[in-house]
């Protein structure tokens, strides 16, 4: 219980902590946060459940009012903004990263966590279309489009995503919940 | 650490949390339900008046909250003048920024004590079905405990990447990062089982 607790609080702040790393720019000028991968790692580390808690918990902490959304965002006006829709699909992507990193036991580490981090970036989009569609009032594949432009970087991620959580896994393998 | 309550004390600091969350959640709703430039306009207005009413020092860091709207604003100006309907363009702006403008009005004038009391309201019905909502709290007082220690630790990661390095750090900095954060775990767990546990 305690273990849980510490490990759901401590990578609830992991994301936040990497929501302070500067933002690294693409060409073009589309900026690559590293927040996303915080929650792709809560979903591959911790497993299912426990990553959903963390992102939960992480959201929690925004809606309450602490800037610790990329950028130094947070307060109740995330969720209603364009980009909600991304905040709102960060559980549901971690809870899809860890699912898979859970069941998809064959192979190595880095290649089942680098595809389950993936699969939970295209929860993370559809999410995200959904809402900024909502918001702006645009069909879905008009919002796909304004958004097309951060798919290579979250593609990275999800590739970073697989070596950190397979490099973790033999450093400490009783700590990747989502294999232990 | 530094929530994003405004420090300029308002009237409204003091009204209950709950009835300022109850009372955005209608006003959402209302925004999105309505259809004409005159309503958005109006509300648009009133959302103004609300932001300048504590003065202006309240009010330019209200407005400077609202910055990070524009490149959506500019893509939505764009979009209707190319498609010829600037009246349903104008709508959409004026909801996306009262909208936002409000709910960070409610952030700003809400202090982070008496948004987690309304946190443990509405948490009040899952304790009398038996679940334990102390670990959520002591979940809240962790996270905001270990972000600012974390983030020292990642910054003290990179400098000493760049003491042995002249490239910046670059993703290679998250293993070490996601490793500290899992450590410091199991020792918290193991403070928090030594003090008597949960």
Not at chain 2, 16 to 39: E, N, Q, R, W, Y
């Amino acid at each position: 219980m305690e273990r849980n607790i510490a490990l759901i609080a401590l990578f609830a702040a992991l994301i936040a902590a990497l929501g302070l790393v500067p933002a690294v720019m693409l060409p073009f000028g589309v900026p690559i946060t590293a927040q996303s991968l915080g929650v792709m790692l809560c979903g591959t580390v911790l497993g299912a459940r426990r990553g959903t808690l963390a992102v939960l918990l992480f959201l929690l902490l925004v809606f309450l009012g602490l800037p610790l959304l990329s950028g130094g965002k947070g307060g109740l006006g995330v969720i209603v903004g364009p980009t909600g829709g991304f905040v709102i699909g960060f559980p549901a992507a971690a809870f899809v990263a860890g699912l898979i990193t859970e069941r998809w036991r064959r192979g190595p580490v880095a290649l089942s966590a680098g595809v389950a981090a993936a699969a939970g970036g295209a929860v993370l989009y559809a999410f995200g279309i959904i809402g900024m569609s909502l918001v702006l009032d645009k069909t879905p594949l008009q919002s796909a489009l304004l958004v097309t432009a951060f798919i290579p970087g979250d593609a990275i991620k999800a590739v970073i995503a697989g070596l950190v959580t397979s490099a973790l896994y033999r450093a400490r393998p009783r700590a990747v919940l989502s294999r232990a | 650490m530094i929530s994003l309550t405004s420090p300029v004390e308002t009237r409204a600091h003091r009204w209950p949390a709950g009835a300022k969350l109850a009372a955005l959640c209608i006003a959402t709703m209302a925004l999105f339900a309505l259809d004409s430039v005159a309503g958005q306009g109006a509300a648009f207005a009133v959302m103004l008046a609300l932001y300048a009413a504590p003065g202006a020092v309240f009010l330019r860091s209200g407005v400077a909250r609202l910055r990070m709207l524009w490149p959506f604003l500019a893509v939505i100006v764009i979009w209707h003048l190319a498609t010829a309907t600037p009246a349903q363009g104008a709508v959409i702006a004026l909801r996306l920024v009262t909208a936002v403008g409000l709910a960070n009005l409610v952030t700003m004038t809400t202090r982070l004590s008496d948004m987690v009391d309304v946190v443990r309201w509405l948490a009040a019905p899952l304790r009398r079905v038996g679940l334990n909502t102390r670990a959520l709290e002591l979940g809240i007082a962790l996270v905001i405990r270990f972000t600012p220690k974390l983030a020292a630790k990642g910054a003290a990661l990179g400098q000493a990447w760049r003491a042995r390095s002249s490239r910046r750090p670059g993703w290679r900095i998250v293993l070490p990062f996601t490793l500290i954060a899992l450590d410091d775990a199991e020792h918290v767990a193991d403070a928090l089982k030594a003090r008597g546990g949960i």
